[in-house]
């Protein structure tokens, strides 16, 4: 069972960049999936979530209308598109699986990332000129 975080790099303040979240030895298909983030000296927080059974979003406010996160039953994948990148979404960010049952409270579990069941091992993302 893994959770592979990939995508991530250096950008230039208003980039662009797509991270992935691919699955093995199980499917998205019972899980919500989270994408967090932590930057340095901070908590890790909840950026964008999407559950499985109704396809329900949960976006931060910090990044409502920049960020959109999809998935790709198919493949297996969650993506979280990032658009105008700012300097403070800088962090590593993660992505963590959560067992459709506990989804049905996504917002009591969106707070509380250690309760999550898999976690990907994360991916830089720095926004810099």
């Known amino acids: 069972v893994q959770l592979q975080a990939s995508g991530g790099g250096l950008v230039q303040p208003g980039g662009s960049l797509r991270l992935s979240c691919d699955a093995s030895?199980?499917?998205?298909?019972?899980?919500?999936v989270g994408w967090f983030r932590q930057a340095p000296g901070k908590e890790r927080e909840a950026v964008s979530c999407?559950?499985?059974?109704?396809?329900?979003?949960y976006y931060a406010d910090s990044v409502k209308g920049r960020f959109t996160i999809s998935r790709d039953n198919a493949k297996n994948t969650v993506y979280l598109r990032m658009n105008s990148l700012k300097p403070e979404d800088t962090a590593v960010y993660y992505c963590?699986?959560?067992?459709?049952?506990?989804?049905?409270?996504?917002?009591?579990?969106?707070?509380?990332?250690?309760?999550?069941?898999?976690w990907g091992q994360g991916t830089q993302v720095t926004v810099s000129s």
């Open positions: 999407i559950n499985s059974r109704d396809g329900n979003t």
């Open positions: 963590a699986a959560l067992t459709f049952i506990r989804a049905v409270d996504l917002e009591h579990y969106r707070r509380r990332p250690s309760l999550w069941d898999y």
């Open positions: 030895g199980f499917t998205l298909d019972y899980y919500a």
